[in-house]
């Protein structure tokens, strides 16, 4: 992570959503695309405190939490069809 002023930068690793779900190891994530994220510095502070608790970093936190909410949602549609 950065800081660039006064807003926090996150670079999340992601490849498809399919993938990171199935498959979180050590190649899926060297396939993995970048997607920048500007949060406030008290979310930031939340999620690092998140990730430590699970010994992970704040990207792969980040990641598991969007590979979840994706998947989550994908549900939502198909139910709704």
Do not use: C, G
Request: glycine letters at 0%; a negative charge; zero cysteines.
């Amino acid at each position: 992570a950065t800081v660039e002023q006064s807003n926090t930068e996150f670079t999340l690793e992601h490849s498809t959503m399919q993938s990171l779900i199935l498959n979180d190891d050590v190649t899926t994530r060297r396939k993995a695309e970048i997607i920048t994220a500007y949060v406030n510095p008290d979310l930031k502070a939340v999620l690092a405190e998140w990730a430590k608790q699970e010994n992970r970093s704040v990207s792969s936190l980040i990641t598991h939490l969007l590979a979840n909410a994706v998947e989550d949602r994908q549900k939502q549609v198909e139910n709704a069809n």
